[in-house]
């Protein structure tokens, strides 16, 4: 059974930084597409960024593409999400994700049926 692990949420103010973690359970990690997923209550959940199994393509959604930045560490089965220049609107719950379909780990996936597990989540509170 595959695990994550999400890690680094907390409360910072406006024009500050995060940095998530999200750690997996299997060594297949270095198999997968990996993304983040943000929800705040009452919405959709939302893409966020995702990363293909090497590493060496990553794909942002409009709202945090030059703010945030996906990277992975396969040797660690880790998926990290850099967080720079928050704002309020970034509040919310962050998921990581896996795509374990061997088929699509080369793809970039940025719809949440395109991903076969979730992490717990993570709560950022971005204050203004």
């Known amino acids: 059974q595959v695990q994550l692990v999400e890690s680094g949420g907390g409360l910072v103010q406006a024009g500050g930084s995060l940095r998530l973690s999200c750690a997996a359970s299997a060594r297949t990690f270095g198999n997968w597409a990996m993304g983040w997923f943000r929800q705040v209550p009452g919405k959709e959940r939302e893409f966020v960024a995702t990363?293909?199994?090497?590493?060496?393509?990553?794909y942002y959604a409009n709202s945090v593409r030059g703010r945030f930045t996906i990277s992975r560490d396969n040797a660690k089965n880790t998926v990290y999400l850099q967080m720079n220049n928050l704002k309020p609107e970034d509040t919310a719950v962050y998921y990581c994700?896996?795509?374990?379909?061997?088929?699509?780990?080369?793809?970039?996936?940025?719809?949440?049926?395109?991903?076969?597990?979730w992490g717990q989540g993570t709560q950022v509170t971005v204050s203004s």
């Open positions: 990363i293909i199994r090497t590493g060496s393509a990553t």
């Open positions: 994700a896996a795509e374990t379909d061997i088929s699509r780990s080369w793809q970039i996936n940025t719809q949440d049926n395109e991903y076969d597990y």
